[in-house]
């Protein structure tokens, strides 16, 4: 285990190199002038000479890079280009909302698809397992911000049961803090857990099949502890890893979700810091996410590597 856990740290090391180089150069073959965005298409030339040379741009490309990289390595991803405030400190204060939202769009997730993807493995071909297979490829097909407006007009505009917008941290008042993203939570939920509930079907089905359910069978054993207690593990690998990647690809409907509920989030602001051209926020960001999702894709070769020993040769 010690072994494979050293090989996957040196690649880790690798792949975040690689990440934050292309982080860096994704920003700069964006089209447009920083400088230029900053002072307004009136701006002389001089003007926009000067304030390109106090932000650096008139470095070379190379020279730039590498201040960056040295900066990301300690932490420190520059100043906006906006607020003038770090991007760091900006990423930190917005960060524990968005990781929240993930968590809890994932718990939703698998609490609907784990106990789903097992009945239905149980009674494949039934109409309980037509109806659930109907309902997730319909839930597939719906974008997560048609759910977030559906949900917001059905619970807070006309049942009323919970906000529309709006955020509470959790140490100031948890109830309503779960009360403002619940809807939010719910939407990005609700598209994802028909993936997982396939993906534990198919394997689900595929276990049930096995010579050893059999003679757990021929037991005696309940149908309930041979699906849970001997079936569910070894049909999870698929899972865990769908699950992971969900939860790191979570970024993609905050962006959405954040923006429509008026959560203070890392994807509200990214959408804010891309529509004001703040290029040194949006690269902050985008360097912050691609490392979150490189980071969370090792944990899940982890547990996938606890899981089966197999993995680990």
């Not at 990005?188 to 049930?208: C, G, H, K, Y």
Request: proline share 5%; hydrophobic share 60%.
């Amino acid at each position: 285990m010690m072994s494979y856990f050293l090989r996957k740290l040196l690649r880790l090391g690798v792949v975040l190199l690689v990440v934050a180089a292309a982080s860096f150069l994704l920003m700069t073959l964006l089209p447009g002038d920083v400088a230029l965005a900053l002072l307004g298409n009136d701006a002389t030339p001089e003007a926009v000479a000067q304030v390109r040379a106090e932000l650096g741009l008139d470095q070379p490309l190379l020279l730039r890079y590498l201040h960056w990289l040295g900066g990301f390595l300690r932490g420190d991803l520059g100043r906006s280009y906006i607020t003038q405030v770090p991007v760091m400190e900006s990423i930190l204060d917005r960060l524990p909302v968005t990781i929240e939202l993930m968590l809890l769009s994932q718990g939703l997730a698998l609490l609907i698809a784990v106990p789903a993807g097992v009945l239905c493995a149980y009674k494949a071909g039934s109409r309980i397992d037509q109806f659930a297979n109907a309902v997730a490829l319909l839930l597939l097909a719906a974008p997560v911000f048609i759910l977030a407006i559906l949900l917001m007009f059905l619970f807070a505009l006309k049942l009323r049961w919970l906000p529309s917008t709006g955020y509470v941290p959790f140490m100031t008042d948890p109830v309503r803090n779960l009360a403002h993203l619940a809807l939010p939570a719910l939407a990005i939920a609700l598209a994802e857990w028909p993936s997982l509930f396939a993906v534990l079907r198919a394997d689900m089905i595929r276990t049930l099949q096995q010579d050893y359910i059999a003679l757990a069978k021929a037991k005696g054993l309940g149908p309930a502890f041979i699906l849970f207690r001997h079936a569910l593990r070894p049909s999870s690998f698929t899972l865990v890893t769908i699950s992971g990647l969900q939860i790191a690809a979570t970024i993609a409907g905050a962006l959405v979700v954040e923006t429509i509920f008026g959560l203070p989030g890392i994807g509200r602001m990214l959408t804010g810091a891309v529509y004001n051209r703040d290029m040194m926020l949006v690269q902050g960001c985008v360097a912050v996410i691609s490392v979150g999702y490189v980071l969370i894709n090792f944990g899940v070769d982890l547990i996938y590597a606890l899981l089966d020993p197999r993995v680990r040769q």
